[in-house]
C-alpha cells in the first residue's frame, strides 16, 4: 500500500528530539524523505539512522533557527540533495532563555520568572528562536517552495500555551501566540501559490522539555486529573500524527487553522 507521503520531501527543525524527531519517523513510515535540522549533531545524527531505518534516505543539517543564514542554508541543502521542499515541519523551540533540550530547568534562573522580574535578554531570546526563527525558516523553505511552483504545506508547532495562561511564562506563551498569528498571515499570502499553513498547539507532551513538570508530582496529579479529560499526558506520536495529517492530501481543504492534540484540556 502507497505511504501517505510517498516521495515527499520533509524538511524538520527540531528533528533532533521529542517532537520533531517523532515526526520525522512517522513521516518516513509513509514513504517520506527527511532532511532533520537542529542544534544538536549527536541526537539529530540518530533521528537520521532512525529514518534510514525505515528505508528512506534522510540528512541532517546543523541549523540555528536564529540565524537568517541559517536559514537559507537548510533550504538550500534540503534542495540540493532531494530537488525540492514539500513539507516543513517548525517543531524548534525553546521553553526559556538558554534552553537546552534536555536540561534540568528547575536550576535555570530564565525560568518561571514573572514580566516584572524578567531580564530583557530573555525575553528576547525566546522570541528569537520560537517566533522569528519560526518566520526565518519558513521564509526561506516558502521562497523554494514557491521558486518550485508545487505547492506545499507549512505546519508550526505553537502550543496550547498560545491560549492557555500560567503565571511565569510570558515570554514562551506570547511566542508561541505569535507563531499562530504568523500562521495565518502566511496562510493567505501564500494560498495563491498552493501552500498552505498551519498550526499544531500540542497539550503536556512526553518529551524532554517536559520532564521537569513530569517530575512535579503536585502538577501531574492535577493535570491527570482536573485538566485532561483523557487522563494521560500527550506522546510525540500524538502531535507527529497531526502533522502527518496536515501534511496530507487529505488535509487539502486546511489553512490557517490550529489543531489542538491536546486530550480535551480544552473542555473546561
Ligand atoms: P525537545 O526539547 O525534545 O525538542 C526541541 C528541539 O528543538 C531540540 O532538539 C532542540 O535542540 C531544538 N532547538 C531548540 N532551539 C533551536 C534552535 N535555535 N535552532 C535549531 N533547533 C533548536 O522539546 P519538544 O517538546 O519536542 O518541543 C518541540 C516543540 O513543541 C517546541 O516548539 C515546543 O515549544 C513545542 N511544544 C512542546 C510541548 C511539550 O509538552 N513537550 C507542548 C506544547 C508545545
Redesign the pocket.
Known amino acids: 500500500m502507497p505511504g501517505r507521503l510517498d516521495g515527499k520531501i520533509a524538511v524538520i ?9 517523532a515526526t520525522a519517523v512517522r513521516f518516513a513510515e509513509e514513504g517520506a524523505y527527511v532532511v532533520v ?4 549533531a549527536g ?2 545524527a540518530e533521528t537520521v539512522q532512525a529514518v534510514e531505518r525505515l528505508g528512506r534516505r534522510a540528512i541532517f543539517v546543523l ?4 540565524e537568517e543564514h ?1 536559514c537559507e542554508a537548510l533550504a538550500a541543502a534540503a534542495v540540493a540533495e532531494f530537488g525540492r521542499i514539500d513539507v516543513l515541519v517548525a ?5 526559556y532563555a538558554g ?4 536540561d534540568d530547568p528547575t536550576t535555570a534562573g530564565a525560568l518561571g520568572r514573572h514580566v516584572v522580574d524578567k531580564a530583557l535578554e530573555h525575553w528576547q531570546e525566546v522570541l528569537a ?2 517566533l522569528t ?1 519560526t518566520m526565518l525558516t519558513e521564509r526561506a523553505v516558502a521562497r523554494r517552495m514557491i521558486g518550485a511552483g508545487k505547492g506545499g504545506s507549512i505546519i508550526n ?5 498560545a491560549k492557555t495562561v500560567r503565571p511565569g511564562s510570558a515570554d ?1 506563551r506570547a511566542s ?1 501566540a505569535g507563531v499562530w498569528m504568523l500562521t495565518k498571515v502566511l496562510a493567505v499570502e501564500l494560498a495563491p501559490h498552493k501552500i498552505r499553513v498551519n498550526a499544531i ?10 520532564e521537569y ?1 513530569q517530575r512535579d508530582e503536585a502538577v501531574m496529579q492535577n493535570w491527570l486529573e482536573n485538566v485532561s479529560p483523557l487522563g494521560r ?2 506522546r ?1 506520536e500524538d ?1 507527529a500524527n497531526t502533522a502527518l495529517f496536515l501534511a496530507s492530501e487529505e488535509a487539502s481543504f486546511y489553512t490557517g487553522e490550529i489543531l489542538f492534540p491536546t486530550g480535551g484540556i480544552f473542555t473546561g
Open positions: 527543525t527540531g528533528g533532533a528530539s521529542g517532537i520533531g524527531r535540522a537542529d542544534l544538536l541526537r539529530g541549523t540555528n533557527i536564529k541559517d517543531a524548534a523551540g525553546i521553553m534552553y537546552v533540550s534536555g528562536v520560537n526563527g508547532i505553537a502550543s496550547h500555551g514562551y508561541k498547539g500540542p497539550g503536556l507532551i512526553d518529551t524532554p522539555m517536559s513538570i499526558i500527550g510525540p502531535v
